[in-house]
C-alpha cells in the first residue's frame, strides 16, 4: 500500500506494548509517542528498532537499579531526531559504578544522551537519528 509504513517499521508499537505488559504489574508505567515522532519511527526501521531499545534499557533499569514505582516515557519529533525522554520516581545512587552494554548500547543507539538524577528520581533523555523527510517539531 503506498504511504503504508514498511511492516519492520511497525514492530516498535507492538514492541512497546511488550515492555507495557511485562512491567505493568508491577510499576506504573506511561507511554506517550506523538504522531511525528510516531509517523518518522514507522518510516525508519532503524530508528524504530534503537528507539525500542532505548526504552526497554531506561524502564528496565529504572525498576531493576532504582527500584522505582512509576516511569513515564515520552517521546516527540525534533528536528531530524525523535527525543526520548523516560523519567522515573526511583532513588537516587550515589555510586552509578562503571558504565556497561546498556551505556555502549546506547552510545551505538543515539546521536546523544544522558542519564541525570532529578529531585523525583532520574531522567535518560536520548536522541535518536530518523531518516526521511524532516517534519517540524
Sequence with gaps: DAGKPPA???VWRATLERVR?????SIHLVLVVDDAAGRALDQD???ARAFTEVVREGVTNAV??????RV???AHRH???VAVT???NGRVQ???GAPGLGSQMMDAACLAWRLDAVATGHRLTASIPVAGEHDAA
Design 94 to 96: 550515589d555510586d552509578a
Design 21 to 25: 505488559s511485562v512491567w505493568d504489574y
Design 86 to 88: 523516560v523519567e522515573d
Design 64 to 69: 531493576r537499579h532504582a527500584d522505582a514505582t
Design 79 to 81: 528536528g531530524d531526531c
Design 72 to 74: 513515564d516515557v515520552r
Design 8 to 10: 519492520e517499521a511497525r
Design 45 to 47: 526501521p532503524l530508528a
